[in-house]
């Protein structure tokens, strides 16, 4: 998958990918490594892990919850995935 594609699948700034790819010490924000997951088409499992090598877990709340459901679930449409979250009154990704 080329960057842009990555970048425009995750509903992200391509400035803010740049860094990301770019920056070894720079840390991104948990939605942010989530919302790549869904872009990429990780499974839970790799979503796990790159979320680890951040220094961030998925967490016990309601919107983790539903994040790892739409995940295990190959909800790979970032805008999906955002509908369904602001359905359930809770932030989007993006």
Known sequence: MENAEVYKKANID???FSKIISNGEYTPKKD???ALSVALELDITQ???LLKSA???FSGS???ALLRV???NKIYDIMRVDTLLFECGMDTLS
Do not use: M, P, S, Y
Request: with cysteine; glycine share 6%; aromatic share 0%.
């Open 14 to 16: 391509r400035k803010l």
């Open 32 to 34: 942010t490594i989530i």
């Open 47 to 49: 979503t796990n892990e």
């Open 55 to 57: 220094g961030r877990a």
């Open 62 to 64: 309601e919107r983790d």
């Open 70 to 72: 739409c995940i295990e």
